[in-house]
């Protein structure tokens, strides 16, 4: 599934991006618009799905983990863009780390109901 892609896309991106201030940088913020596309695409699922019921039963699980993340992460990522465009500014990867530590528990957290979902469905995460 794409969202297990994703992940470890984002990881990868994150483990990348020591190698230059510049190229880091940019690297990371690859990887908040990822985060933030991954959220738009399960927040979808949840809509078409969960809104304004559960629509299926084997789905409950995910409807109710996303209705309870959605708003942590609606909390977290406007706070891990700032760190980022921070550590742009000042032009410091290490400055990008708590963007980058978010990124990745955003992207774990994403990842698990995506493949709540997809199991749910039917699908293979």
């Not at 933030?36 to 809509?47: E, K, R």
């Amino acid at each position: 599934m794409k969202a297990l892609a994703g992940v470890g896309l984002i990881l990868m991106l994150v483990g990348c991006s020591s190698a230059t201030t510049q190229t880091g940088l940019a690297t990371s913020g690859t990887a908040l618009v990822g985060v933030g596309n991954q959220f738009v695409a399960v927040g979808a699922l949840y809509t078409t799905h969960c809104t304004p019921t559960v629509k299926l039963a084997a789905l409950a699980a995910f409807c109710a983990g996303f209705k309870s993340f959605a708003p942590q992460f609606q909390r977290a990522y406007p706070v891990a863009i700032e760190a980022w465009k921070f550590a742009v500014q000042a032009n410091d990867v290490a400055s990008a780390q708590p963007a980058l530590t978010a990124i990745v528990e955003l992207a774990t957290h994403l990842t698990g109901l995506a493949a709540q979902a997809a199991v749910a469905l039917g699908g293979t995460p």
